[in-house]
């Protein structure tokens, strides 16, 4: 390749690709010449992704990345291609890929969506056998009692058991979002 030619021992130069410089000296009526090649690395492409571009707080989800040989992702200080994140709410990550000593960066959202804060009671919750109890939840749009041999998609309902028994409610939000509570 050719340079403009320059008077110095410095010169700068910025190829695209692989180039050879060649370089002439002359001292009195002396003259000699050597070349140098730069090696130049492309820069990689680096695409991000997530398995689940929306996902409700407390989910893990899993983040991907391809067009590099190594890969760090921010937050957390990651250093894998695919690492399974759970962020507490929306979250940008930055992930920086390297190949060849060439490195490029990208970004990424993960919407977080909150869960229902979910409460749920059972009173009295020590009864005899033939007395009923209450069981309450609240803090979600729909949910739903389960137990062995019960399920019921009211807020509120009393319940009978013949033994100790263990009672799951599971509330859902209007964005899908749900959180669940266990009661014996």
């Known amino acids: 390749a050719q340079v403009s030619p320059a008077n110095g021992p410095l010169v700068s130069v ?6 050879t410089y060649t370089v ?22 680096v695409e991000p992704s997530v398995y689940s571009q929306t996902i409700c707080s407390g989910i893990t989800t899993s983040l991907f990345a391809t067009g590099a040989t190594n890969y760090h ?30 490195s490029a960066v990208n970004t990424l959202t993960d919407v ?21 109890a209450t069981l309450s ?5 729909s949910v739903l009692w389960t137990s062995p041999n019960f399920t019921s998609n009211l807020s509120m309902v009393s319940v009978n ?8 409610a599971t509330g859902t939000n209007s964005l899908g979002c749900s959180s669940t509570a266990t009661l014996a």
């Open 14 to 19: 910025n190829p695209s690709v692989t180039t």
């Open 24 to 45: 002439y000296a002359t001292l009195g009526v002396c003259s000699g010449s050597s070349a140098i090649t730069i090696s130049v690395n492309p820069t990689p492409s």
């Open 73 to 102: 992702w921010n937050p957390g200080n990651i250093n894998l291609p695919s690492p399974v994140v759970s962020p507490p709410s929306t979250t940008v990550y930055t992930v920086t890929g390297t190949s060849n000593s060439c």
């Open 112 to 132: 977080v969506l909150p869960s229902p804060f979910l409460f749920a009671t059972i009173y009295p919750n020590t009864i005899c056998i033939g007395n009923s």
């Open 137 to 141: 939840a609240n803090g979600a749009e």
């Open 161 to 168: 058991p013949f033994a100790s028994t263990v009672y799951t």
